[in-house]
């Protein structure tokens, strides 16, 4: 093993000196991603973009093999369409970029840009659904989405993003629940086992749960500041959106019913998630099963002589034969550049496994391959590349989770007094157990007093009833409580 | 070969009474589409997303096979950077959309829906671009675009609309234009592999290139009713938008220049062009390399007897066969219609092949395959089935294209005279090739007199000189000329 810390290129703020400095320089300086020039808006660059690519990918296949298909549903929201629910244009209105001048003309109803589609597709499900023979609707749909953010950071929170958003409509009651559960456990085992980030998950509180919704599940990840990111939501809506926009089915027993729906979405946000999750001093250390580059390969010239001899060809045959196997390689072949700048250049970008072969790794018919997270190194002889490369990253991402997952548990805290959790909240905060009246006005002080707010109540096990940590009335269950990205 | 009509399920208006009437009934009725609550915005439904899935994939692995790789750049684009290249403004500016109003609050400066990316993407090039070492800059975006347009329709002209856009810059002129071509010859072998939609190609007249580029080229399709549809654009726009923009680049002399930029495009107005070049009075006829379902099978209940014991699991056994050789197959088991039912069904869904199988098939151990194009029937033993099934969508794909191209040619007319250009533009349409003398005023006299515009005009071979059909010049080559979507 070697931990001597390779030479920086480009240097990144201490994550222990200003961590969100930190992440903006590891996403600016990596080229996950630029500022565009409406604040707000970034611009996803290639490096950034390929990980969403590969995340689509997955997910996408994850999410057809449920029975769900996609398709695509207009940007622009009528105003009128929006306020068909309440609940729900209270939650979004104030976060809408409206449209008013098109075609050189005033509209007569200013259309919002999407902020979710609930209000688009339940309008249209509204002509399409007559029969319990045409449930349940099961439709996903990629695309982008404006929220006008006051406070925004590259992937965290932007004006526009891109998701995937998920809209199902159900005959029955009990079917929709199932639908949104299933859909909480698929983002749970994607972002486990894809992002290596581990995940709480639960309900969420009454004041936290989205705009229409009956109840919100999520799933939340703890970041190295001890805050914790909401990765993905599913929402169980119940009749509410199918009464707004007039959906109706005739049911087995010829009855005019209401159907239940539900949404659920992840966002490129998940991104973000990874960078804070992984990353380190050297910057991005990107999980192999989303990494753009899984290995690179980083000729060492000779001291004498003619790389491009003596090095090159068995670095393309090496590029080539790792290609075949299904690993995504690079060969950095740049004349311009010494292996020590390369080294700190692909660290920054996070590439899991970097793979040196030198004029004696040619004699000697071997490579070395050295870890991003631990600079661990190994000389493997060239015959059993691909299954050491491929074993290295197979172990690579296991013990990113297994590392992610011995942080957030060292970070959660059970917390038996309202003393405890203000101090922890104010120091090394992360995730607090603690019990809740489930009051919303006992919430909302809590958020004042701490900047905390509920994150997840976890359902599992047995109730454990308990008294409220901060008013001591009767608590059902403890939940989850965490500053929050 | 049988070449018996199969009893409508759904009526479709015959392409001979009102060919744009036809357009519609098809594109509702197979549920490719269906209009949203703004005019202009369609919604396109998962069976006619499910063919743009189909083409997005194959398209994106050809792109990046040319070197590009993709990024997401934001969808709004201040005003005052639209207005930096002037004639990009001109031509796009009537069209836009506004935002004015983002969070309760009138922004200080609107906000363009991007029509296309030019403005935005040259403005974060000029940020990445330094040296020449920096080119080619070869980027991908695939995302949605607005345009506000008076008259629309489903996937061929709509308000917002899916599409990729590329945009590269390059260190010469010389590499721009290649780009530009290559990009156009990826386009065409698309269009023609892909949807069996056979094309004329080669650079637009001034009139009607690209707002903003140097020189625009275009492929072309002929529509059914003999108009054609501009089917893909390439663009070389020379350094205007470097200028315009302000990027440039320290080339290998260490001289400040200003790189050559190119953009290209497809959208999804590619379906539209699938659906009018195949489809026939029974609906659509979909090019298997992008048929959602490639294979339908369609089990006959025996008169007597369970279906459910004798046919079904046939039919699925043969289903996961299918499945497992790659073919794209959907087993119709509804318990609610009859077979003549289905047929006119995947009929008007234009699915290439049927699979028809009874207890007479199940006994002597075969199938029947229909083709969707001609109906011809035959019977395969099932052991055969798999290279059987796909030599009949490698034949129908081959034959639609075809089929297409004698069409096309039987359609394009060389005409000598101005009298004869206008009656043909009266009556047949389709493309009229004609000398033309390059004088914009005399091209726009043509399209007043005969609705007619220069699609292309090609540039193979060798110069064939004429004098203009309209006002008798000189014509250093024929144009292709005709009404246009």
Redesign the interface.
Known sequence: MNNEKAPTLKDVTPRSQDYSQWYLDVVLKAELA?Y???KG??????Y???I??AIQAELDRRIKATGA??????????KS?LEKEKEHVEGFS???????????EQLEE??A?RPTSEA?IC??YA??VNSW?DLPVL?NQW??V?R???VTRPFLRT??F?WQEGHTLHATETEAEERTVMMLDLYRAFVEEMLAVPVVHGPKSEREKFAGAKTTYAIEALMGDGKALQAGTSHNLGQQFGKAYGIEFLDQNMQRTVPWSTSWGMTTRLIGAAVMTHGDDSGLILPPRVAPIQVVIVPIPPRKGDWSVEILPKAREILATLRAAGIRAHLDDRD?QQPGYKYADWEMRGVPVRLEIGPKDVEKQQVVLVRRDNRAKSFVPMPGLVPAASALLTSLQGDLLLRARRFTEENTTRVASYDEFKSRMADKRGFLVADWCRDGACEAAIKDETKATVRVIPQEGEAVPGTCVRCGRPSPRPAYFAQAY
Chains 1, 2 share one sequence.
């Open positions: 630029d565009g020039p409406v808006c970034m611009v996803i660059r290639p950034g973009y390929a969403w690519e298909v996609n398709a695509y549903f207009p940007l622009f929201i009528p369409f104030p976060e809408c970029a409206w449209v008013t001048i098109g075609g050189g200013p259309l840009i688009m309008s249209m002509k399409w023979r439709i695309c982008n404006v006008w953010e006051k004006t526009e891109l311009t």
